[in-house]
Antibody, heavy 117, light 110 residues
Framework: EVQLVQSGAEVKKPGESLKISCKGS????????IGWVRQMPGKGLEWMGI????????RYSPSFQGQVTISADKSISTAYLQWSSLKASDTAMYYC??????????WGQGTLVTVSS | QSALTQPPSVSGSPGQSVTISCTGT?????????VSWYQQPPGTAPKLMIY???NRPSGVPDRFSGSKSGNTASLTISGLQAEDEADYYC??????????FGTGTKVTVL
């Protein structure tokens, strides 16, 4: 059974750094892209970017390029989403997704990030 | 690439049919069969309901169907049930190799 299991909720202050994770299981982690989707409170879904763990090829949405870093450690089948300096506007639910061709066939349970002073 | 346009809300009584539209342009929705649909009940993660315009993944009830005409894709829920109450999003994989979501539609079962 394919599963994407994300790390737990985080509460951070503006300016702090953060790295959240997503562990894939039940499939060959290095053979599929894996990525992230943001959902701000009460708002819609926004695609952030994806990475191919097999060779670390990474693609970002223009809206998120330079704002976050997506990485992966294939030795532990885990993808990451990282911020170097959080802002209050980063407060959102973040979902890990597995893209398959033109759609997302599996979703993680979500990680709530709250940034507040 | 702007978000695809969906109606903010649709509603129907149990047993009725509702249709949600997802409008793009001739360069995206109109040119490719790369539209998918996701269901997001309150407080839960989205779930894939339709891929490549009209294909249903295993386990999705056949009450859910997808289609496309010109620059508009549509999701139809036939025989509406209380458990179908959720937010629904369309998504498109564009020619620029990026994914774009629709604005989202809240389905209410009266």
């Amino acid at each position: 059974e394919v599963q994407l299991v994300q790390s737990g909720a985080e509460v951070k202050k503006p300016g702090e750094s953060l790295k959240i994770s997503c562990k894939g299981s039940g499939y060959s982690f290095t053979s599929y892209w894996i990525g992230w989707v943001r959902q701000m409170p009460g708002k819609g879904l926004e695609w952030m970017g994806i990475i191919y763990p097999g060779d670390s090829d990474t693609r970002y949405s223009p809206s998120f390029q330079g704002q976050v870093t997506i990485s992966a450690d294939k030795s532990i089948s885990t993808a990451y989403l990282q911020w170097s300096s959080l802002k209050a506007s980063d407060t959102a639910m973040y979902y890990c997704v597995r893209p398959r061709d033109y759609y997302f066939d599996y979703w993680g349970q979500g990680t709530l990030v709250t940034v507040s002073s | 690439q702007s978000a695809l346009t969906q109606p903010p809300s649709v509603s129907g009584s149990p047993g009725q049919s509702v249709t949600i539209s997802c409008t793009g342009t001739s360069s995206d929705v109109g040119s490719y069969n790369r539209v998918s649909w996701y269901q997001q009940p309150p407080g839960t993660a989205p779930k894939l309901m339709i891929y490549e315009v009209s294909n249903r993944p295993s386990g999705v009830p056949d009450r859910f169907s997808g289609s496309k005409s010109g620059n508009t894709a549509s999701l139809t829920i036939s025989g509406l049930q209380a458990e179908d109450e959720a937010d629904y999003y369309c998504s498109l994989y564009t020619s620029s190799s990026i994914y774009v979501f629709g604005t989202g539609t809240k389905v209410t079962v009266l």
